[in-house]
């Protein structure tokens, strides 16, 4: 659910709430099923309040904080499974002034140039940068990359190209089955389209763990 989901929400809720205190809202008790009759006006306005605190509540956290996704595909595997809850912290702890304090190997949530929906990638290629990929491997500014951490790897050639100063390249984990950079026609993410990074997952139990950047060891 998106921040102006939520808005639209509590504004209903809040004009609701508003046409039931001063009775602009009235039903005919003849066809009202006897159950809601049971119901009184303060208990809709008591359910009302609370839903409106909530919602308030997970407003300023996913403007001020972050937000919860789930994981839709396979493309992030073996780090990232479908179904997995994994919490992103708002690009607002990691932006300062133009530039963002993100990092090759942090897993990141944007918006592609091929969709309108999020995605969820690791990012790899940094603004200005000249990238390149050879049999899988991966070449910075003609500097072998080593990329030592659990993923599923690709044996395609790719570049070389050089990252715009204002954007960011990404590839999935399980590189043979990810709709990432490499197969864009546009392979590059605006750093205005960057929404939040992500550090942990929540869900389920048996897979809590913090996200950590592979490339920082």
Known sequence: MSEWTLVVILVLLLLIRIG??????TFPHFWVPKIFKR????????????????????????????????????????????????LGINKLWFSQKEELKIERGDIVIFKPPVDNRLYIKRLIGLPNEKLMIVQGELYINDKYIKQDFNFNKDYYDYGPVKIP??????LGDNRPNSYDSHLWIEPFVNKNEIKAKAVIILFPPNRIKILNNPFNK
């Open 20 to 25: 039931i205190v001063n009775d602009i809202f």
């Open 39 to 86: 119901i009184t006006k303060k208990g809709i306005l008591e359910w009302i309040d609370s839903a409106l605190t909530a919602g308030i509540c997970a407003l300023i956290f996913i403007v001020f904080i972050g937000r919860l996704y789930i994981i839709p595909s396979s493309s992030m595997e073996p780090t990232l499974k479908p179904g997995d809850v994994v």
């Open 165 to 170: 100063s204002d954007s960011y390249f990404f």
